[in-house]
């Protein structure tokens, strides 16, 4: 038998369900985006989480107003605190348990 395995990035082991070190380390080393098509990829990763994050679509909407057609792209705090919160909120484990 497999004693440790990863599925859908995260490890399954003896130990329970553990979050990839890799993945986090990619998301605390993701620098702000500088254009539109940045926005998107990041937004495309963080909707994979969306319903795990209390209060998801009030966080995104700075990040999705850049979205807009004909809107000019001007990355300002608002943007950054959404970006930061939103790292934040990915690289911060849950408690998970295996079903009983």
Same mark, same amino acid.
């Given at each position: ?6 599925? =859908? ?5 003896? !130990? ?12 605390? !080393?993701?620098?702000s985006?500088?254009?539109? !098509?940045?926005? #998107? ?7 994979? /989480?969306? #319903?795990?994050?209390? /209060? ?6 700075? %990040?999705?107003? =850049? %979205? ?6 001007? $990355?300002?705090? +608002?943007?950054? $605190?959404?970006?930061?919160? %939103? ?9 998970? +348990?295996?079903?009983n």
């Open positions: 038998m497999v004693h440790q395995g990863i599925v =859908l990035g995260h490890i399954i082991s003896k !130990k329970g369900i553990e979050v990839d070190k890799a993945k986090v380390e990619l998301i605390v !080393k993701l620098p985006p500088t254009t539109v !098509k940045g926005v #998107r990829q990041f937004l495309g990763h963080d909707r994979f /989480y969306r #319903r795990f994050i209390k /209060y998801f679509s009030k966080l995104v909407r700075p %990040l999705c107003e =850049l %979205l807009v057609n004909d809107a000019k792209f001007v $990355w300002d705090d +608002r943007c950054q $605190w959404s970006f930061k919160e %939103l790292k934040l909120f990915l690289t911060n484990a849950p408690i998970v +348990r295996a079903p």
